[in-house]
Structure formats: structure tokens, C-alpha cells
């Protein structure tokens, strides 16, 4: 791309001021209204190289450049073609900063008090989002009321008077301003992709840690790889392939009992879950941790078969169960099992079906728990205690002369 005085009226027809424009070869202007910043359709700028951007806008036959001694924006648009205009059309919240040595993507959001991380915290945690695109977290700045708080240490006061500034600083409502940088050639669409996936991690942080509802939002945002190195625990599992439940036979019953049995043992634990059918577990060092998105064709995730299988295999039914496809692209994608935390007293899930000594018993019954990115069988001693507490209570009903429940039981 490069700086260029001449135009065939463009310009000055989108908003624009004329001698004031960049041309991106064979894409069209990046134009700059008058008293206004830089702006470009995303389709128009997307194709730069960002070095060559950095390059134009420091072009000496500018009139009124701002570089090198100031920092120049500029705004993606998100209308193009006939819908664009410089002054009038939506941009994208991730803006380009040129300075005279770099680009940046930068992303700006309010948090409603102090975060609950430290700026070189927030930096590593995004760290993943923009390094999948040769990208790297160049800085994060904190901002309040009082300014950078970062900053307030040099303000020469004593330690009480400090402490008392930090204290009453956290509850009021912060600037976060994260700069990304290359680490290598790219174009600006690169950068810009990079720029979305940190705002679209910050965004599912600032709830504090993830959660289920964060990371479904993540995935429904088009952002799993934004998961990878996130690990498996209570509430989170992963699997790289789809279940073959329409398989014929003992192994398409060996599938149906893996599922109900995953679901299960979510069920039989003590918060929200959620099982993503399209992403692999690493292996090593990386056990039990996101290792790669590998999606799943669709016709392999069919919420329909596999919600039939669940209601068919786990007993009582999973209160709330949510199955929901998020498609990638190319027939693929993934599958979401959210299971919510169960009531108490329906507690043990059962699963009609085993798996003993790697034989399938389909005339078994199986009872599974969760702990920590693992799983544990109910032993004989703790289903002979669920059946004792059961029958007193029942017996407690009815010495209280309330209608027994163990009418309509048969006790062979």
C-alpha cells in the first residue's frame, strides 16, 4: 500500500478529505475525514501488510501527519462497498494504532472495578488468544478516576496514605487498554483477528475465573480455540471424536453406555458441567488440558440421537440437560452437553448398562462420580447405604403417618 494525492473521487464522496488518503493496491482508500482519524472498510485494508501500513503513514509528503512524534489511529469499518461511509458507519471496537516503529491492535473496555489480576496477570492470561496469530500481549494498562494505578507509588506519599488511595482506587470503574503486537510479518487482518480473539478472552475473564457459562459463550462466539490449554476439572471435559452411537451391535451399545455414563457422572456431581464433543486432550504434560480444536462432522452430532440415547440410559432423566451444535464450518463442528447441577435428592444417576472387565453388560446398572479432571465408581458399600437411608426415610414417613411412598413397591 502507500500514500497517494490522487483519487477518482472516492474519497471526498465517502466522507473523506482528499490528500489525505491511503490507497491499498488493487482494494481501494483508507480515508481521513477532516479532524477525524483514518478509516477503512474491513474488506479495503484487511489485505495490508502491516509493515507497509506503518510505511505509507509515515510518508513525508503527508500533510498534517501526526508520526512520528504521535501515535495515528485507524478504525475498521464493518460496511463496505456502498454502505460505506467514513463518518457514518459502525466500526469495529478493536482499533489500529501506528506508531513510527509498530503496529498495534488495541483493545479498550471498562471494567466496573478493579480487575482481579494485576496488569502482568491479565497480560499471560490473554497471552494464548494472541499468540495463535504470531502475535504477543505488548502491553496492559489499568486506568481510574485517580489514573494508572501503577503509577501511584511515585506520587511521594506514605504508606497509609498510599494503601488508603489503593483501597478506596478498587471500587471505582477501570480503563483496561491491552496493545497487540506481531511478532512477525503479518497482515492487517492477521493483526485484526488476533486483536478480536484478546478481546473476546478478556470479555469471558472479567467475570472472573472461567466458567461454563463463559466458555459456551466463547463457543458460540466462534471461539474455541481460545480453550486450548484451559484444563479438564469437575465441571469441564473434552472429547476429540463423536460417540459412534448408530453403530449396530455391542459396539454401538459400548458407545451408548460411554456417553450416558460421561453425562452421568456429571449429573452425580455437585455444580454446573459441560462436555464439548470437537476438542482433543492433550497428552504429557499436557494431559487433562486442551490441546487442539478437532471438529466433528455433523451428521456425527445429532442432538436428536443423542438426546434419545441419554433419556434412554440415565435414570432419572438429567433435569435442565442442554445439547446444542455449534457449526465451524465445512460440514463440522461441535457439540455441547451442558448438564446443570442436580438436585440432591435425585441423587445417584444411574446408567442402565456397564462395562465390566471390558465386557458390555447390558442387563447392569452402573453408577459413576466426577472427581477433578477424573472419575470414580460408586462401591457396593455406598449403593447398600443409599438403599438403607432410602427405606428409612420412607419408614419415617409412615411412622409419621404420612402416605407412604413404598406403596406400589414391589420388594422381591
Not at 189 to 210: I, P
Not at 337 to 350: D, G, K, M, S, T
Not at 359 to 368: N, T
Not at 373 to 378: D, F, H, L
Request: overall charge negative.
Amino acid at each position: 500500500m502507500s500514500f497517494d494525492l490522487e483519487d477518482d473521487g472516492f474519497v471526498g464522496s465517502v466522507g473523506g478529505q482528499e490528500g489525505h488518503q491511503l490507497h491499498v493496491l488493487g482494494h481501494g482508500w483508507i480515508v481521513q475525514p477532516k479532524h477525524h482519524d483514518f478509516v477503512a472498510s474491513e474488506e479495503v485494508i484487511a489485505a495490508a501488510n502491516i509493515e507497509s501500513l506503518r510505511a505509507a503513514m509515515l510518508d513525508g509528503r503527508r500533510c498534517c501527519s501526526q508520526l512520528p512524534g504521535s501515535t495515528e489511529y485507524v478504525h475498521v469499518a464493518l460496511e463496505h462497498g456502498a454502505d460505506f461511509h467514513a463518518l457514518t458507519s459502525p466500526v469495529d471496537p478493536v482499533t489500529l494504532w501506528v506508531e513510527s516503529d509498530r503496529v498495534f491492535a488495541v483493545i479498550e473496555t471498562q471494567a466496573r472495578r478493579k480487575p482481579p489480576w494485576n496488569a502482568d496477570e491479565l497480560s499471560l492470561l490473554l497471552a494464548p488468544a494472541a499468540s495463535q496469530y504470531g502475535c504477543a500481549i505488548e502491553r496492559v494498562l489499568y486506568e481510574s478516576h485517580g489514573g494508572d494505578p501503577a503509577d501511584w507509588d511515585g506520587l511521594g506519599l506514605d504508606r497509609e496514605e498510599l494503601e488508603e488511595l489503593h483501597r478506596g482506587g478498587e471500587d471505582e470503574p477501570h480503563e483496561i487498554h491491552v496493545r497487540v503486537a506481531a511478532e512477525e510479518a503479518l497482515t492487517v487482518s492477521e493483526l485484526l483477528a488476533a486483536g478480536r480473539a484478546v478481546k473476546a478472552l478478556l470479555a469471558a475473564h472479567q467475570g472472573g475465573a472461567l466458567d461454563v457459562e463463559t466458555v459456551r459463550n466463547l463457543l458460540r462466539g466462534g471461539h474455541p480455540s481460545l480453550l486450548v490449554g484451559l484444563s479438564e476439572s469437575e465441571w469441564f471435559e473434552v472429547k476429540a471424536q463423536a460417540y459412534n452411537i448408530g453403530v449396530p451391535g455391542v459396539a454401538g451399545e459400548r458407545q451408548k453406555i460411554e456417553l450416558a455414563q460421561d453425562v452421568a457422572r456429571f449429573a452425580n456431581g455437585e455444580t454446573d458441567a459441560l462436555l464439548v464433543i470437537g476438542l482433543r486432550e492433550g497428552k504429557g504434560a499436557r494431559k487433562h488440558a486442551v490441546d487442539a480444536v478437532t471438529p466433528v462432522p455433523i451428521s456425527a452430532i445429532d442432538v436428536d440421537r443423542y438426546r434419545a440415547v441419554l433419556d434412554s440410559k440415565i435414570i432419572p432423566p438429567v433435569d435442565g440437560l442442554r445439547l446444542e451444535q455449534i457449526e465451524l464450518g465445512h460440514g463440522c463442528g461441535l457439540l455441547l452437553i451442558n448438564v446443570p447441577r442436580q438436585a440432591r435428592e435425585l441423587q445417584p444417576f444411574l446408567v442402565h448398562g456397564a462395562i465390566v472387565a471390558d465386557k458390555v453388560e447390558g442387563a447392569f446398572f452402573s453408577i459413576v462420580r466426577r472427581r477433578g479432571e477424573g472419575s470414580i465408581v460408586t462401591t457396593a458399600a455406598q449403593i447398600h447405604a443409599y438403599i438403607v437411608a432410602g427405606r428409612a426415610f420412607l419408614r419415617n414417613e409412615q411412622d409419621d403417618g404420612q402416605p407412604s411412598l413404598r406403596e406400589g413397591i414391589h420388594e422381591g
